[in-house]
C-alpha cells in the first residue's frame, strides 16, 4: 500500500484514535485486493476468456468462476469478498464453490484449464510459503 493511500484512509476514519488492528485491516484489504487482480488475470489467460465478470452462464466462464471462487477460499478470502469483487452474489460464491470437484471430475474441456490454473497457485503461493 501507498504511503499516500494510507494517509488518506486514516484521514477518512471519524475515530480520533487509531489502533494497529485498524491499520493491519487496512493493509489485509488491499492484500485481498491484489491477489483477485492476478487471480483474475491468471484465470482469464488459462481460460482464454476476455472477462469473467460476464453474466454468461457460457461452460467456460461458469468453470473459470468457479476456479477463481475455490482458489480465493482456499487463499483465505471470504466468499462475501470475493463475490463482492466479480460483482455476484454471495450465494453464487457458495454454489460454485460446492460444484467445483464437479468442473474438475466431469468436465474434460474444462479439467486441464482448472489444472494448469491450480498449479500456478501452488507454484506461486503454496510453495513459496
Known amino acids: 500500500m501507498l504511503k499516500q493511500a494510507l494517509l488518506e484512509k486514516l484521514e477518512n476514519s471519524n475515530n480520533k484514535h487509531v489502533s494497529l488492528l485498524d491499520v493491519f485491516s487496512m ?7 491484489v491477489f483477485c487482480d492476478k487471480l483474475k488475470v491468471k484465470i482469464e489467460y488459462f481460460f482464454n476468456l476476455p472477462d469473467i465478470t460476464d453474466k454468461s452462464r457460457i461452460e ?14 482456499k487463499h483465505g478470502i471470504k466468499e462475501s469478498v470475493s463475490s ?46
Open 60 to 73: 467456460d466462464l461458469v468453470a473459470a468462476r468457479s476456479a477463481f471462487y475455490y482458489i480465493a477460499k
Open 84 to 129: 463482492a469483487y466479480l460483482k455476484f452474489g454471495r450465494a453464487s460464491a457458495y454454489n460454485l464453490i460446492e460444484k467445483f470437484p464437479s468442473y474438475c471430475k466431469y468436465y474434460p474441456l474444462q479439467k486441464t484449464k482448472i489444472q494448469l490454473i491450480l498449479n500456478w497457485y501452488f507454484e506461486e503461493y503454496i510453495c513459496t510459503s
Open 27 to 33: 493493509f489485509e484489504e488491499e492484500s485481498y485486493i
